[in-house]
């Protein structure tokens, strides 16, 4: 154990350097986890001083995150980390058989140290690692397709400090790029050396910067609205889920009278079978950085943040690289490419909380509080971080910005695919019973089963899943195999489309253990701050518990969707508002597997 001194020491450090970052919070306690393996009671004083915020805001900061430590003890003791992935993508591909393997040969259960003290096992919902699952990560290292037989080798090799990553997939080659379909955004991915400006340059990047700054430099504010209007003409819509027109948010920002204007690049994808963000950040970082700088430049904002989700660390140390690499490069700083432009990017790594993908608790969460959502109206494109108006779009949104403002032509392919109301691509993301998972970007409209096709779905696929945790489960027959993919025509069936993540359920699922591994990911991602919410999802449980041992089942499933219409009017957020997508898509297509199951 590292004497006190020492600790004081590091703790003083991290927090010298914190000074002046946005999400100073997170920098600092992420720092402290990192480095002494816990977050000792005697640094929330400081903390708590540096920031000037109470003890108690620090508290319950702590408390809100998962992926901090607070005792110490565990941090001396020298046990290996075994964190299992409980997403839906990892179930449908086989995640039920190697849970109950590893909980059988540790014999060991979660938040539990094995009879040995060698292991703890530990659980996240998704590790946006969708098209190999299972995922397992084992004393840090993040190892794919894991069976049981190839547990027992990553056990085998704990027990003599051989570990290794084994079977890591390259992420290029999860782009999938079937003719005679051209990739918009994602044409670059496995081509790149990932950090290397000149490559990006190279290959058409900053183009559409530059195009920016001319226009800007020549026509002041009117040249911001032509490019906002050409946005707008596109009718690109959010790509983060709710596929909110991108334009509109660009447009009110920069109508907005403040001195200070915010530009938020929202990269904690926490949806289950979807890793799109991931994989573009991985090969094609300069791309969505291109577009956060355009949104700067052209809203009037001269600060952006990527808020990047925890479990993403090897994008971490790629981001990292890119901005610094930027910097150097004149693209970021005072003089953007001496254009007289200022605009500054930091990097923000979150804790372990699916709900900051959520925009207002990401807001929260950077200004140093827990990550529980505002009550809208405002919304922040009005009123947004730190009380000022605030782009905040998801990666994938950014890197379709700047293909689109790029050029003229670009904005005529964009408006050439997809649907009426669902216009340009959209990357899907295919998980589980599938032979050939990836990302498919393809224009909207394109058939549930030509989707299916390309990823070789399995003989005997049941059902689908669309658009995350949150998402309506499909079953497999012509009338949803038809379905084309947008977001009205999925809207139209009940469900979502989310961020397009697809995951593919095979013959054998036990939607039963699919229903109750749901509730729990309900209870453990709620905020709390509202009581439909905070005290239905826990109701819930309870109720489909006492329902699925027949007590009073059909009584008892009457009350369960009553909670449910509650909660979908009632709830602050979209979280809570749209549990009942998954739930009663359960009820309605699984209904007698569940119940008799």
């Not at 995640?95 to 040995?116: A, V």
């Not at 800007?216 to 790509?239: D, H, M, P, Y």
């Not at 949104?295 to 989700?309: N, P, Q, S």
Request: overall charge negative.
């Amino acid at each position: 154990m590292m004497e006190d001194k020492n600790i004081n020491i590091t703790i003083s450090h991290i927090i010298k350097e914190a000074e002046g970052r946005q999400g100073a919070l997170f920098y600092i306690l992420n720092g402290i986890n990192e480095d002494l393996g816990y977050i000792p009671g005697e640094a929330v004083l400081q903390i708590s001083e540096s920031l000037n915020i109470s003890k108690a805001e620090v508290y319950g900061f702590l408390s809100f995150f998962r992926n901090y430590n607070k005792e110490p003890e565990a941090a001396a003791n020298p046990y290996r980390k075994i964190v299992v992935c409980r997403s839906e993508s990892c179930e449908a591909a086989g995640s039920k058989r190697l849970l109950e393997h590893i909980k059988t040969s540790l014999n060991i259960d979660f938040g539990k140290y094995s009879p040995d003290g060698k292991y703890f096992l530990d659980y996240v919902y998704c590790f946006g690692h969708c098209a190999a699952s299972p995922a397992v990560k084992a004393d840090g290292i993040l190892y794919e397709k894991v069976t049981p037989e190839t547990f027992d080798e990553i056990i085998n090799a704990l027990e003599f400090n051989k570990l290794q990553n084994l079977s890591e997939l390259k992420s290029a080659y999860l782009v999938k790029k079937p003719d005679p379909v051209k990739s918009l955004i994602f044409e670059r991915c496995g081509s790149l050396n990932t950090v290397s400006i000149g490559d990006y340059v190279n290959s058409g990047g900053f183009g559409a910067l530059k195009r920016v700054i001319e226009g800007v430099k020549a026509g002041g504010e009117s040249g911001k609205q032509f490019f906002i209007g050409e946005l707008k003409r596109s009718k690109l819509r959010g790509r983060g889920g709710a596929g909110f027109p991108a334009g509109i948010k660009w447009e009110t920002v920069f109508k907005e009278k403040s001195d200070v204007k915010y530009i938020i690049c929202n990269a904690d994808e926490g949806d289950s079978g979807a890793y799109a963000d991931r994989i573009i950040l991985e090969n094609d970082p300069f791309s969505v950085i291109e577009g956060i700088i355009i949104a700067g430049l052209l809203t009037g904002a001269e600060y952006g943040c990527i808020y990047l989700r925890a479990e993403y660390m090897a994008v971490k140390s790629i981001i990292e690289s890119a901005l610094e690499r930027l910097k150097d490069g004149g693209y970021l700083g005072g003089d953007i490419l001496g254009s007289g432009f200022k605009f500054n990017i930091d990097l923000i790594t979150g804790a372990g909380s699916y709900l900051c993908g959520e925009e207002t608790a990401l807001m929260e969460s950077i200004e140093n509080k827990k990550g529980t959502v505002r009550q809208r109206p405002p919304v922040p494109a009005v009123k947004g971080l730190y009380g000022n108006p605030t782009v905040i779009n998801n990666v994938l949104t950014f890197a379709y910005a700047a293909y689109i403002i790029k050029d003229e032509p670009n904005l005529e392919i964009f408006l050439s695919l997809g649907t009426e109301n669902s216009k340009g691509t959209m990357p899907f993301q295919v998980s589980g019973a599938v032979k050939n998972p990836g990302i498919f970007e393809l224009p909207f409209g394109v058939t549930l089963r030509e989707l299916l096709n390309l990823a070789d779905a399995e003989s005997n696929t049941k059902a689908v899943q669309i658009g995350g945790p949150l998402g309506a489960y499909f079953p497999l027959n012509e009338e949803f195999l038809s379905l084309g993919l947008s977001y009205e025509s999925v809207s139209g069936k009940g469900g979502l489309l989310g961020h397009g993540g697809v995951v593919v359920f095979g013959g054998e699922t036990d939607f039963k253990y699919r229903l109750l591994n749901a509730l729990d990911f309900f209870i453990d991602e709620s905020c709390g701050k509202c009581a439909p919410c905070r005290i239905g999802t826990v109701r819930l449980k309870e109720l489909f518990e006492r329902a699925l041992k027949k007590q009073n089942a059909e009584e008892n499933l009457k009350i369960i969707d009553e909670i449910l219409e509650s909660m979908k009017y009632l709830s602050l957020c979209a979280f809570g508002a749209g549990v009942h997508m998954p739930l009663r898509s359960l009820l309605t297509y699984f209904k007698n597997e569940i119940m008799e199951a």
